[in-house]
């Protein structure tokens, strides 16, 4: 071999050995680097899990949110008992509570039929327990014109009820069954129907097409709602989207307090089934129709105190009276709230003739034109709303009298 292969030899051994030296130079320095960053991300770890122990680290969502999975769970574990949430917590608390105070109401009714067999008619419907002493409230609608009523508790315990009272103008009806079978926990407490507002949750309890101790839920959908049924007319009823069925009726409507707020009693249907427009009546009339039944075995209602007529156009012309609408005041009863506030009759009798009759009129008596500033054109609705007010209360009535407008402030009495 020549000098200059060996010399070349040599140069090309060096050049792969010094390469084959950086490679496992570099080898090992990037081995004990990956250590050593895996090292001291390990003390990161460990300083910052010690810094935030028993706190919690945010976790970033694509969204740009942020949770804080302990605090979920936290909340979860608060919210959620039993599997339950919040919402369904509260009915399943109101429905413990007060289930117990709801009762299945049974009537029978005896007709003759078409070949004078007499033939039982039976009826079913709700009530609930408002007294240690075996009060029970349910709808006139459900025991009118029963000859036999039987309640049965929740316990399956069942009684003959006597019936206290009723009224048809606000369809409530008082029952009442022996005060030793009463627990004082069933006794359901009342709440106070003035302060609902519209939203509120709302829980209906009853025996729909007989099915004992049934629960529904929704919320109060509006309040103060004019309600006419074939039988009667009803003021200032509560509205609610909670299923209300045949069998509900006279049973209670409760608030997330497990307060009775409403009397469940008619429904809104096409079909004769709950299609979310049922009606209440508020607790606080009930309870001032309850208690007269309880005490007096009817309602004592004010009255008006006075004889009148409504006006029309074409009476306000021929008497030459001053408005064309109005209730003009015939007589005044002696001793009545509208002698004492100063309301006047008439004096001065016109008579009045067409094809059929005669009429006569005390054309000069007050006119009733409005009661507490709401406009009043017929003597019958004056009347309804006169009747359902307390016995007490103050009212204003805005009056016509010689041409001028005054109003005079009455008590209302019975």
Known sequence: MSRISVTATVIISAIIGAAVGCAISFFIFQNNLDKEIKTQLANVTNQEATQNQGQSIPVSYDNGSTIDPTKAADNSQDTLVNGLDPTEQVVTQVYSALSPSVVHVSTTQYYRNFFFQIVPQEGTGSGFIISEEGYILTNNHVVQGA???????????????????????????????????IDPSWVAPLGNSDALIVGQRAIAIGNPFGLDSTVTAGVISALNRPVSTQDTSYENMIQTDASINPGNSGGPLINSSGEVIGINTVIFSQSGGSQGINFAIPVNAAKRVSNDLIEFGRVKRPSLGFAGFTIRPNLAQALELPVKYGVLVQDIENGSAAEQAGLQGGTERVVLQDQFRQYSFYRDGDIIIALNGEKIDDLTVLSGKIVRMPIGTAVTL?????????????????
């Not at 010689?402 to 009455?410: A, L, T, Y």
Request: aromatic residues 2%.
């Open 147 to 181: 000859q036999e009523i039987t309640v049965r508790l929740s316990s399956g315990d069942e009684f003959t009820a006597e019936l206290v009272g009723t009224d048809q103008m606000t369809d409530i009806a008082v029952l009442k069954i022996p005060k030793e079978d």
């Open 398 to 414: 805005t009056i016509m009298r010689g041409g001028e407008q005054m109003d005079i402030q009455m008590t209302l009495a019975e």
